[in-house]
C-alpha cells in the first residue's frame, strides 16, 4: 500500500502541512509506504495547451512533473494537500493539477485504460482557510474531484477546518490533528 501526500501550501510547518503530515503518519501506522511531495520545491512549468499529450498520451515538458507522474500512476491512495488562496487550491497545486491534462488526454482522447483496474484506488483531500464563510471550499473540492475523476481515484471525502489563518494555527486544536491522523489511518486500512 503506497500512500502518496502532496503537499501545495508555501509554507512549510503551515497548517496544512501538520495536517497532512499527521495524515500521513495514520498511514504509516498501518503499514503503508508513505511519501509527501512539497510541490513548492519544484519545478513545474504551467500546462502550455501545446496538445502533444493528445497525440503522445504524455506531457513533453521535461520538468519536475515528469517525477509526479510516475508517482501518481505508483500510489494506491493520495492526499492533496493545499490552503484556500482566493477561494481555490494555490497555484502550486493548480499547476500540478492542470498538468495532470496528459492523464486526460490518456483517458478520454487516446482511450488508454488505466493502469490498474482491478484494484481501487483513493484519494483524500485536506484543506483550510482562514474565513469563516458558506461553500469557503466548494470550488477547490469541485477542482479536486475532478482531478480524482480523471486519475481512476475514488473520492474517500474531505477534511477542511476553516477559521484558520496564522501559521501553525491548526496545532491549537488537538481534534483537528487527530482527526487527520485517524483519516490518514482509514484511508490505508480501507481495501
Ligand atoms: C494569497 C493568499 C490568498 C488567500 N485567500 C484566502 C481565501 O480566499 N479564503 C480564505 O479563507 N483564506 C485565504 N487565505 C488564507 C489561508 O488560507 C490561510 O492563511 C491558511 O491557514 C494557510 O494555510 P497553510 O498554513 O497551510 O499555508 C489566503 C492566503 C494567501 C496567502
Not at 68 to 86: G, K, M, N, T, W
Not at 164 to 179: C, F, N, R, T, V
Request: proline share 5%; hydrophobic share 45%.
Amino acid at each position: 500500500m503506497k500512500v502518496l501526500g502532496i503537499a501545495g501550501s508555501p509554507r512549510r510547518g503551515g497548517n496544512t502541512d501538520l495536517l497532512l503530515a499527521e495524515a500521513m503518519k495514520g498511514a504509516a501506522s498501518c503499514g503503508a509506504e508513505v511519501k509527501t511531495i512539497i510541490l513548492n520545491d519544484l519545478k513545474i512549468t504551467p500546462c502550455q495547451h501545446c496538445d502533444a499529450c493528445l497525440k503522445a498520451g504524455r506531457c513533453r515538458i521535461d520538468d519536475d512533473m515528469q517525477m509526479i507522474y510516475r508517482e501518481l500512476e505508483e500510489a494506491d491512495r493520495v492526499v492533496i494537500a493545499s490552503p484556500i488562496q482566493f477561494m481555490s487550491p494555490t497555484a502550486q497545486m493548480k499547476l500540478m493539477i492542470d498538468r495532470c491534462q496528459a492523464l486526460w488526454a490518456r483517458k478520454y482522447v487516446l482511450k488508454i485504460p488505466p493502469l490498474r483496474t482491478n484494484q481501487e484506488r483513493k484519494g483524500l483531500f485536506i484543506s483550510v482557510g482562514a474565513l469563516r464563510i458558506a461553500n469557503l471550499f466548494e470550488p477547490a473540492l469541485t477542482i479536486v474531484k475532478s482531478l480524482f475523476k480523471v486519475l481512476d481515484i475514488t473520492y474517500a471525502g474531505e477534511l477542511v477546518f476553516p477559521g484558520m489563518d496564522k501559521k501553525g494555527a491548526i496545532a491549537k486544536y488537538p481534534e483537528a490533528l487527530k482527526q487527520a491522523f485517524l483519516a490518514g489511518q482509514k484511508l490505508a486500512a480501507d481495501h
